[in-house]
């Protein structure tokens, strides 16, 4: 099972759309590895330079409707090939929230209030977030301050996040 844990990435934006999580101009490159160095290129947030604040971070916590746009599973394996598994948002874009359980990867919805208090309480911190996935529970902790959010993921969803994706459930059970 991949690590749903470390530090925290917090992009203050809505509808993030996945040509700004990966330009469509990279699309043509060949493995997962190849997209490392465009993640986030695009994007456009005040004081936000993707190569220095992507380094070492596991956690996205951003705003509504991320993943908008169209439907490829380059944005997923964008953000996992750099190391990124976890994504928190008020809300996906649908076709971009199956991708992210069909690569192993979690895509959690929290209410807005919630993600409210994670920008007011954490962002601009060094915060770190850790999934217990079985007990559907978030640990957000930074300057030695803790806190748990819960959170529900569907069963298949959550088994798909555990078998490693599609591929991998596909092996275990057929």
């Avoid at 925290?8 to 469509?24: Q, W």
């Avoid at 997962?32 to 596991?58: V, W």
């Avoid at 807005?112 to 529970?137: H, P, Q, V, W």
Wanted: net charge negative; proline share 3%; aromatic share 10%.
């Amino acid at each position: 099972m991949k690590k749903f844990s470390g530090k925290v990435l917090f992009l203050d934006r809505s509808d993030i759309n996945t040509d700004e999580i990966i330009p469509a101009k990279y699309l043509t490159e060949i493995t997962k590895e190849a997209l490392k160095p465009y993640l986030l290129e695009d994007l456009s947030l005040p004081k936000f330079k993707n190569s220095e604040d992507i380094k070492e971070k596991a956690v996205v916590v951003t705003r509504a409707n991320f993943g908008c746009g169209s439907s490829r599973e380059h944005a997923p394996w964008a953000l996992e090939v750099n190391g990124i598994n976890v994504v928190i948002a008020e809300n996906f874009a649908r076709i971009f929230r199956q991708n992210m359980y069909n690569c192993g990867m979690l895509a959690i919805e929290l209410p807005k209030e919630k993600i409210e208090n994670l920008f007011e309480n954490y962002a601009g911190k060094d915060t770190s977030i850790e999934i217990d996935i079985d007990n559907d529970k978030i640990i957000v902790t930074s300057a030695g301050k803790s806190e748990t959010i819960d959170f529900k993921v569907g069963e298949f969803d959550k088994t798909l996040v555990k078998e490693g994706g599609w591929v991998g459930y596909a092996d275990k059970n057929y």
